[in-house]
Each structure stands twice: as C-alpha cells, then as structure tokens.
C-alpha cells in the first residue's frame, strides 16, 4: 500500500477538524473536531509505522498513548462543558463570552477605580470611620465591642 493514501486521508481529517475548531460556536462540536484532529494524528503514526516496518512499532504505542490521552481530554472536557452548562444555561462559545464575570462598577472596594483615595492594599475602605490615624487601630467590624468599650473595659480591669 502507498504512503499517500493514508497521509492525504489524515491530512483532510486534520484539516476538517481544524475548520471545526475555527468555526464552531458549540463547545461539544469543538471537543469533536479536536477528536478529528487526534485521530488524524494516529493515522499518520500508524501509517508511518507500517511504512517504515519498524521492530519495535513505535508509532503503534504512540497511536495508544494518543488515545489515552484523548479519552483523558474529552473525559476532563465533558466534564468541564457540563459544570459549565449547569451554571450559565447555555455551551454557546459566544453566550459565554458575553456573559463572563466582569468587574462591578459600583463596588465601592474594587482595586481599579480611579476614585478611590484608599488604594488596594488600604485595611480601611472608603466606609470605614476609622482612617489611618486613628489611635484605637483599624475597626474590625466583627467586633461587637467598638474602641470607646474596649476603652471603658481597660478602666474597669485596671
């Protein structure tokens, strides 16, 4: 058997996958053309392995590691679209883009706003009463206790 054949049927899998990775929205359709892409791939290491008549069929253990590897990658992936799915509803590529996490413009505490006198490292926020010169410390807001009780119980223990 020639070469060709099977290197120019890896080749169009490869590059039907490919398209599907470029072109999907759905992230299940994705993982299947990474699959085609994969499977490419063993076709040309067993393709090789043939033609080359190797003793150890080298390209035949990698064909098997591949597909382990693969069975791992769409295990973890499915996984992955699924927890996803779960939370926001949808496995649409461009759904989830829109809807990622972005920063609150109203949070008084975010790091990036420009506004705030106190920067990111600032114990006390722009709602603490206590600035940084306050002789009681930082207000711990757990503490049900404020600075003038915890005055009035070191009089009472002295």
Request: charged share 30%; net charge negative.
């Given at each position: 058997?020639?070469?060709?054949?099977?290197?120019?049927l890896a080749a169009l899998l490869f590059c039907t996958g490919l398209y599907g990775v470029l072109a999907r929205r759905n992230v299940i359709l994705i993982l299947m053309s990474v699959e085609l892409m994969l499977n490419a791939v063993n076709l040309n290491l067993v393709a090789f392995d043939?033609?080359?008549?190797?003793?150890?069929h080298s390209g035949q253990a990698l064909t098997l590691f591949t597909i382990a590897i693969a069975a791992a990658e769409i295990?973890?992936?499915?996984?992955?679209?699924l927890a996803v799915h779960r939370n926001r509803g949808t496995t649409d590529i461009d759904k989830l883009r829109d809807t990622a996490e972005s920063p609150d413009p109203d949070d008084p505490h975010d790091p990036e706003d420009p506004d705030d006198p106190h920067g990111p490292d600032d114990p006390h926020g722009p709602d603490d009463p206590h600035g940084p010169d306050d002789p009681h410390g930082p207000h711990d807001p757990d503490d049900p206790?404020?600075?003038?009780?915890?005055?009035e119980k070191a009089e009472a223990a002295a």
């Open positions: 058997m020639h070469l060709v054949y099977p290197a120019v043939v033609w080359l008549r190797d003793k150890l295990g973890i992936g499915l996984a992955i679209v206790d404020g600075p003038e009780d915890r005055e």
